[in-house]
């Protein structure tokens, strides 16, 4: 070894430049936390249901808050449209209304009954009341 004399070993070195040597894991955390975000991940496919930007947006700006009895009527209407194998469903629920692309299970936009009166609703293939 031309510049460095006197180390046998790559370890030896390793303090001497920074390197820390490789952290050494305690497998049964490593596994309870993989267990823990599996079951995350699980729980949060159950229901399926999201929420793209742009409804994430119209939300916050139309002032519109889910409950979590909302949110479960809206993947139950979410569910039966995908029974009818409609693609695109406005889901109208208390007085609001969706518009939800089902293969992807996201609702697209949201609407108050405010905006909705007005408005026609295009490119859809289906309605679903809850």
């Given at each position: 070894m031309n510049g460095i004399k006197g180390f046998t070993s790559i370890e030896q070195i390793r303090d001497t430049y920074g390197i820390n040597s490789p952290k050494k894991t305690n497998k049964?955390?490593?596994?309870?936390?993989?267990?823990?975000?599996?079951?995350?991940?699980?729980?949060?496919?159950?229901?399926?249901?999201?929420f793209s930007k742009h409804a994430s947006e119209?939300?916050?700006?139309?002032?519109?808050?889910?409950?979590?009895?909302?949110?479960?009527?809206?993947?139950?209407?979410?569910?039966?449209?995908?029974?009818?194998?409609?693609k695109n469903s406005l889901v109208?629920?208390?007085?609001?209304?969706?518009?939800?692309?089902?293969?992807?299970?996201t609702v697209i936009t949201a609407l108050d009954s405010n905006e909705s009166k007005e408005k026609a609703f295009t490119n859809i293939d289906g309605a679903v009341i809850v």
């Open positions: 049964g955390t490593e596994a309870d936390s993989f267990q823990s975000v599996l079951e995350k991940a699980a729980s949060q496919e159950t229901d399926g249901l999201r119209r939300l916050a700006q139309r002032d519109i808050s889910l409950s979590a009895e909302q949110t479960g009527r809206l993947s139950d209407g979410l569910k039966k449209a995908e029974e009818k194998d409609i109208l629920m208390d007085s609001l209304a969706f518009i939800v692309n089902v293969p992807s299970q």
